[in-house]
């Protein structure tokens, strides 16, 4: 048992290592270090190396330190959110990387940790930050969005049919006081869908704490903002490899890897480009790379992975 209770089983791990082709003299960057999982791959690769980890979160960066003990003088920490990379890059007096990746799902540690806010399962303050240093909680959102933001959210975030019966149901709740905990939270929902739904798919709090989290921690935001400047920070042939968990997620890392592919804007009865838009290299990944029989068996949180892969043309 790892310490923090970290012991994260890292979704696609050899197909997210293997796609960055990794030489041993790289710089590499994992974008969200998580426990570490993929990070203590990619250094056992790597020989004068070296590998940047970020991640916002206090938890996740103790427990990666101690996973990569016996790999330290080939990585660096640093507490942040990928979104500052290229900030974290210019402190550390690194110009280019060869490569660069994301695992974008929630770790099992967070999700477990009941006093984290993210769980359904248990009793608890209604947190859901990722990183502790921001104010704003979980609770901010449930008690102060008004219906039609509720209901926004949970139905682009969470993809809930019953998204609009929820938003009314968390409102009407909130009137008589405000809503708390999660075990609250979870109550409310469960109280908006139908009983034949509730008996038959998942936990019924499931999709709204989801979209809560997304909207929280600015998830969906922060990854479509960041994927351009991501692969501007590659060397010509350098690789962003970037596994999502949510269809809103694929579909970003999708669109954006097409238009840096693809960025022309000329009409398409234009004999040559004039926008000067350059490609900036190609999608590898056609299809999405997703896990295998085995993994979809051994670990039900790859259930819904899909990883694509994205390389750096010469400038």
Same mark, same amino acid.
């Given at each position: 048992?790892?310490?923090?209770?970290?012991?994260? *089983?890292?979704?696609?791990?050899?197909?997210?290592?293997?796609?960055?082709?990794?030489? !041993?003299?790289?710089?590499?960057?994992?974008?969200?270090?998580?426990?570490?999982?993929?990070?203590?791959?990619?250094?056992?690769?790597?020989?004068?190396?070296?590998?940047?980890?970020?991640?916002?979160?206090?938890?996740?960066?103790?427990?990666?330190?101690?996973?990569?003990?016996?790999?330290?003088?080939?990585?660096?920490?640093?507490?942040?959110?990928?979104?500052? #990379?290229?900030?974290?890059?210019?402190?550390?007096?690194?110009?280019?990387?060869?490569?660069?990746?994301?695992?974008?799902?929630?770790?099992?540690?967070?999700?477990?940790?009941?006093?984290?806010?993210?769980?359904?399962?248990?009793?608890? !303050?209604?947190?859901?930050?990722?990183?502790?240093?921001?104010?704003?909680?979980?609770?901010?959102?449930?008690?102060?969005?008004?219906?039609?933001?509720?209901?926004?959210?949970?139905?682009?975030?969470?993809?809930?049919?019953?998204? *609009?019966?929820?938003? $009314?149901?968390?409102? *009407?709740?909130?009137?008589?006081?405000?809503?708390?905990?999660?075990?609250?939270?979870?109550?409310?929902? *469960?109280?908006?869908?139908?009983?034949?739904?509730?008996?038959?798919?998942?936990?019924?709090?499931?999709?709204?704490?989801?979209?809560?989290?997304?909207?929280?921690?600015?998830?969906?935001?922060?990854?479509?903002?960041?994927?351009?400047?991501? #692969?501007?920070?590659? $060397?010509?042939?350098?690789?962003?490899?970037?596994?999502?968990?949510?269809?809103?997620?694929?579909?970003?890392? $999708?669109?954006?890897?097409?238009?840096?592919?693809?960025?022309?804007?000329?009409?398409?009865?234009?004999?040559?480009?004039?926008?000067?838009?350059?490609?900036?290299?190609?999608?590898?990944?056609?299809? !999405?790379?997703?896990?295998?029989?085995?993994?979809?068996?051994?670990?039900?949180?790859?259930?819904?992975?899909?990883?694509?892969?994205?390389?750096?043309?010469?400038?």
């Amino acid at each position: 048992m790892e310490e923090h209770g970290f012991v994260h *089983k890292s979704v696609l791990l050899y197909e997210t290592v293997g796609s960055l082709n990794i030489k !041993p003299g790289g710089c590499y960057v994992d974008g969200t270090l998580g426990g570490g999982g993929h990070a203590s791959e990619v250094a056992k690769r790597l020989g004068s190396g070296r590998l940047i980890g970020i991640d916002q979160d206090a938890d996740a960066i103790a427990a990666a330190a101690k996973r990569l003990r016996t790999v330290e003088d080939k990585v660096t920490i640093v507490r942040s959110n990928y979104e500052n #990379i290229k900030r974290v890059l210019e402190d550390l007096h690194i110009e280019k990387v060869d490569g660069i990746y994301l695992d974008l799902g929630v770790s099992s540690y967070q999700l477990d940790t009941a006093a984290r806010g993210f769980t359904y399962r248990e009793d608890a !303050p209604l947190d859901m930050r990722m990183d502790q240093r921001e104010e704003r909680t979980a609770a901010d959102i449930v008690n102060s969005y008004d219906e039609m933001e509720l209901y926004r959210i949970i139905r682009d975030y969470g993809e809930d049919r019953f998204a *609009k019966n929820i938003a $009314k149901h968390i409102v *009407k709740a909130r009137e008589e006081h405000p809503i708390e905990t999660t075990g609250e939270l979870a109550e409310i929902i *469960k109280g908006a869908i139908p009983a034949k739904v509730r008996a038959t798919g998942g936990h019924p709090a499931k999709r709204t704490f989801q979209a809560i989290r997304i909207e929280l921690n600015r998830e969906l935001a922060v990854l479509e903002a960041s994927i351009d400047t991501m #692969i501007d920070l590659l $060397k010509p042939g350098g690789r962003l490899s970037i596994i999502t968990f949510h269809s809103l997620e694929d579909r970003i890392v $999708k669109t954006r890897f097409r238009i840096n592919e693809s960025p022309c804007i000329c009409p398409p009865d234009f004999p040559v480009c004039v926008c000067g838009r350059a490609s900036k290299g190609r999608v590898i990944t056609r299809k !999405p790379i997703l896990p295998t029989k085995e993994e979809l068996e051994e670990n039900s949180r790859s259930k819904s992975a899909k990883l694509r892969v994205f390389e750096r043309g010469e400038e």
